[in-house]
């Protein structure tokens, strides 16, 4: 039995996915399992990360854990689920990262919050792997509505650049780790297999889509109004802004080989990510 946090999300989707695919038995912890929506062979419990009574049961007889936190609670949360389970007996705990965790200049939140949760699992004597994406191409799809409505994307920093990866790649880079031999104390930063700016995205999607979009180069005040408007909280739209500026450094660009090396196989690129996605850019 494998256990997936943050089930619901991009990653934790994906991971779901490859382990029911490979016929592995799957159980999701989520605060509402009434509307996870997840598939019907998954065991769907109700588990809070931040009360650790709470996930012992949902850690009985589960073999590896794959560990998704986000926000402000990343160290606790990774804290108090490694602890339950080292005392339920998991084996491994493949834990999703930042990929600026290993970047001890990082100071900016998120990876500060996945360096402390890194730590507290590495200190509870688990089985640990860690995987850092370096970001997410799923990032474009937060360009939807504007894409359909207006064939505009508007981003900060657009000459920014990072060596985006496809969710699917991570997650399958986590089941591995998860399920086969070798991963044990691996740190692996996840890569697509070219780095790309936002203005460079947007040319893709224009040829994905056949119609001309323009790029718009926003304000980074603009741009974390736009997450507060949405309903984003302060301190995770300044952790986020913060993130999204390190795309102007050189370690983001970086290309890894990680994806090839674990899977056998090369990093799905930007352009056959936005082909399998070009309906969510389209008007409906």
Known sequence: MFLVTGATGTVGRAVIDRLLAADHPVRAITRRPESAGLPASVEVVC????DPGSLSPALAGVRGVFAATAGTEIPTHDANLAAAAVAAGVERLVKLSSGRAGDEA????????????????????IGWTMVRPMGFMSNALHWA???????TVRAPFGQGRIAVVDPADIAAVAVAALTEPGHAG?????TGPQPLSPREQT?????????????????????????????????????????????????????????EHVTGRSPRTFREWAFDHRNSFTAV
């Open 106 to 125: 990082a100071t900016d939140p998120i990876p500060a919050w996945h360096r402390a949760g890194e730590r507290a699992v590495r200190a509870s004597g």
């Open 47 to 50: 588990a809070d990360l931040a």
């Open 203 to 259: 040319e893709t999607l224009a040829e994905i889509l056949g119609r001309p979009l323009r790029f718009e180069e926003i304000s980074p005040e603009r741009a974390r109004a736009e997450l507060l408007r949405v309903g984003v909280e302060p301190a995770m739209a300044a952790a986020i802004m913060a993130l999204r500026a390190t795309a102007l450094e050189s370690f983001t660009s970086v290309v890894h080989p990680t994806v």
């Open 145 to 151: 509505h504007s894409v359909r409505e207006t064939g």
């Open 186 to 190: 691996e740190i692996y930063t996840v």
